[in-house]
């Protein structure tokens, strides 16, 4: 009979081999796994099974190599089936769906050229729409007699419209509204469809698009291949999604991998009172702590106009981007700051106002949560574009940070925001700013009601990071640093007034419609003429101007500070939390190297006489 092991025996040999066996397979396995893995992140576009002209376009875009999204789902679709993708923002989903539908066109091509619809991709929002379209007409530069694409997002006039799709593109990028008005109109046919993509599916759903996805299922054959993408597909949005459109999918869940490619986002959380986030804002970008272009997302219109307003009151341009805004306008600023032409963007990503306040509900799968679906009804303020949106899917080029000045109300927003950079392996800095419980509403001027679950907000943020291998770390900014500065933000603040907002609002709106329509056809004679239209041009006529806040003096420089700005290097300067015992303080308690400073000695008074730079000991 076999003698019972106690634990502290040594098995008998026998036994030990039997023991080692399985240690000895799955070393083998997972052996063999990772060379699979090597072995898969080395395939060329070439092998992935795409036409040469595919493959050419790629390369001419610089695309060494797929991404992992593309590695993965490109095979899958190339196979006809229906693919359920979740990958994180920036990896490259975009050509992970087009290629595939450009593929599957060219080869009808080869025995049937029958004009037909043969793909339609569609997104939330216009500005999506248009990059996706400028994304096919990247990737099928060298078969361009052979693919067709058109866009239904233009606000052109439907007749226009109409002789666009009388040509019978191969392919249509649309939002869901236009696509059905289309086919409800007989402009668009999708009798003969084939290929079916939904980029931001989730996003889809919540923006309202309900009904119009019902109409256009019930329009389409049976069988079109669908391919859904999106970096928080929720579970309730991926069960509406399948029992819709889909056979039998295959669900590409590559969270787990997120950090399997090196993670170059850096993500930071800033607690500050409502004023202070003024002032420290200020501060990152009057001494460019921030260098690069960066985006900054703020919960509504007017907050967007205050923050321009406020910035202008430093001389510190920038953008805004609103769904008030006509589409060519948003489209065109975020052509200019890909350019390089603007460096600040002001976003407001004001999906909670449109939609009404976004109740957060934990869903266990994802540990995120999810924003409310369907929009408000007539719950909106003022006109706006319900197809606006920037904080999903926009590439934005070599994006160095994204400011959640005002913390957006959900996970999944926050996953899209910060998606806006460290895109296709590049760095990038997320700093978003959340009001302590405590600090809410103590500073009545600048307290706005959606700070109000900023903790909670963050909780849920930090979860849902984590579970994509990522992290937040806290950051400190030395409040007696900024003390000097305090002054010249209250002037500022003060100085943008309510009807100043207003003004500059109504200014930017007749700017904008001006710019787009009347001179639409001299700016297309003179061209030259169009650049003198930056959008980012003052508007502060109404907000009082105050000379001597538009340059930070010397004397409140430290002598850091003006190092790093005149040294021009590009990325985050990063802060450091101030350790009291460190003896070693960079510029604003930044650790390491460099001078430590102190505001003299703490006495009331004026900061800027008894400001002192000590040097280090
Ligand atoms: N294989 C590749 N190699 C290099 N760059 C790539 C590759 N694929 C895509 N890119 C670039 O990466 C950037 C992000 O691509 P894309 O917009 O498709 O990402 P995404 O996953 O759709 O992002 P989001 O989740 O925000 O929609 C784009 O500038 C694109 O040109």
Known sequence: MKRKLNQDDEPPAADAAAVAEPEKKKEKKEKKEKKAVEEEKELSFAELGLDPRLVQAVAKLGFEKPTLVQRRAIPLALNGEDVLCKAKTGSGKTAAYVLPVLQGILGRKKTDNTPTTAGLILVPTRELADQVHKAIEEFSAFCAKDVTAAKLTENVSDAVQRSLLANVPDVVVSTPARAWKSVDSGALS?????????????????????EDMENLARSMPKGVQTTMMSATLLSAELDTLKGIFCRNPTLLDLKEEFGEEDEKLTQYYVRTGEDDKWLITYLIFKLQLIKGPCLIFVADIDRSYRLKLF?????????ILNSELPVNTRIKVIEEFNKGIYDIIIASDERSEVFGDEKEEETKEEG????????????????????????????????AAVVNFDLPTSASSYTHRIGRTARAGRTGIAMSFVVPKELFGKHKPTSIKS?????????????????????????????????AFRYRMNDALRAVTKVAIRE??????????????TLKRYFEENPAELSHLRHDGELGHKARQQAHLKHVPDYL???????????GSVGFVPFKKVDKDKKHRGKFGAKGKGRSFKVGGGRKGDPLKTFKVRRKK
């Open 190 to 210: 999708v009798a003969n469809l084939q290929y079916l993509v939904l980029d931001e599916a989730d996003l889809v759903l919540s923006y309202g698009y309900d």
């Open 311 to 319: 910035f202008e009151q430093f001389s510190i341009r920038s953008c």
């Open 368 to 399: 995120e949560g999810e924003e409310k679906k369907g929009k408000k009804k007539g719950g909106r303020k003022g006109k706006r574009d319900e197809e606006y949106g920037v904080s999903r899917g926009i590439d934005f080029k070599n994006v």
């Open 451 to 483: 700070c109000e679950k900023d903790e909670k907000v963050l909780a849920k943020i930090v979860r849902a990071q984590g579970k994509m291998n990522r992290k937040l770390e806290p950051y400190n900014f030395s409040k007696e640093q900024m003390e």
């Open 504 to 517: 500059a609002r109504t200014r930017e709106l007749r700017q904008e419609l001006l710019r787009s329509e």
């Open 557 to 567: 420089l430290p002598k850091e500070a003006k190092k790093e700005i005149t040294k």
